[in-house]
């Protein structure tokens, strides 16, 4: 059992909540139109802050240039690349600048955030052959670009499970297990749903059943959910990096990261596990202080896989 949340997690799930109740449900307006939310600063996350640090190119990739969005690190020990969320139809590299810029300084990594092909209108398999084809990039060009050659990986949500799936495909299509690690956010693993995630119902806090079901249908686009590469989860997950799984117990994702984290210390692997009592989807890109814990734990877990 799970510790019970501290009054100020409760208080601002509850106001978050009650915003959310106000505006339009996800699902009820089209992609484009909740894009153009964010990039206006309209949405629940507020104005977004660019540093004026990030360097902008375009790699290789398998629909033509793939941008990344590069936050350089002093002397860097490793390249974490990272795989952003948005349910695989929203989100941007240049979304998480703040939080991305402090994870470079602090842990000494050069981070890349790849700028993936968005459902519906690029529905499975686009999104993971562009995360592919971004890892396959750094391993033959990390060293010569960045002054570093150990790889890391992670996301956020969408990004968890794409972050995975690319693990997988690494091991499986190039026979690369070099990942010096892998950080993964309340990821969604399993696109059959979960009980839990099917159970929780209309209950808004950035996610409810609605719109994961919103999520999915978009990116699958009829594809199976009883395929591997599509739910991770189902993967024969052997041969895996350390990784350390973070999920709040207020997610309708919650049982994705319990349920992974469990298959992949079963696989032989070294997973952390850190659940924040009162946490919602996304609650580290809140100000409230279990979010400050969840990235200071985030930030030493990938610095202590380079030290």
Known sequence: MFPSADAETLAFNAELEHALEALPHITSVEPQVARNSREAGNSIFGPLERSPNAVEMAIPGPAGPLGVRIFPAADPLGVYLHIHGGGWVL????????????????????????????????????????????????????????????????????????????????????????????????????????????????????????????????????????????SPFLADLSGMPPALFTVGTEDPLLEDTLFMQARWAAAGNDAELAVYPGGIHAFDAFPVKIGGRALDRINRFVAGLLA
Request: glycine letters at 8%; charged letters at 20%; a negative charge.
């Open 91 to 230: 989100g941007a590299p240049h979304h998480q600048d703040t939080r991305l810029e402090a994870l470079a300084a602090t842990a000494r990594v050069t981070v890349v955030s790849v700028g993936y092909r968005l459902a519906p209108e690029s529905p499975y398999p686009a999104a993971p052959d562009d995360c592919e084809a971004a890892a396959l990039w750094l391993v033959e060009n990390a060293s010569a670009e960045f002054g570093a050659s150990r790889l890391l990986i992670g996301g956020e949500s969408a990004g968890a499970h794409l972050s995975v799936v690319t693990l997988v495909r690494m091991r499986d299509r190039h026979g690369f297990r070099a990942f010096a690690g892998a950080n993964l956010l309340y990821g969604v693993y399993d696109l059959r749903m979960t009980p839990g995630s099917r159970a929780w119902g209309d209950r808004n806090l950035i996610l409810d059943t609605r719109v994961m079901e919103w999520f999915i249908s978009h990116f699958l686009a009829g594809h199976s959910p009883d395929d591997p590469d599509a």
